[in-house]
């Protein structure tokens, strides 16, 4: 009985690590994807324009 509960809790530790995983892939994927965004002209733009404002 021992042996079956260790072993069914050594299966589950493997995907503990692997829903880590991919919840880390997840959030580089979108830092990558809003990096992108925030560094286009348009929004760059956007940005000055809104600090240059809030400065005056």
Do not use: F, N, W
Request: avoid cysteine; charged fraction near 15%; proline fraction near 2%.
């Amino acid at each position: 009985m021992r042996y079956r509960r260790l072993q069914a809790d050594a299966a589950d530790a493997g995907m503990v690590t692997i829903e880590y995983a991919v919840a880390m892939l997840a959030a580089v994927a979108l830092a990558g994807v809003m990096l992108k965004v925030v560094t286009s002209a348009p929004v760059q733009s956007a940005l000055t324009a809104l600090v240059g404002r809030a400065l005056k």
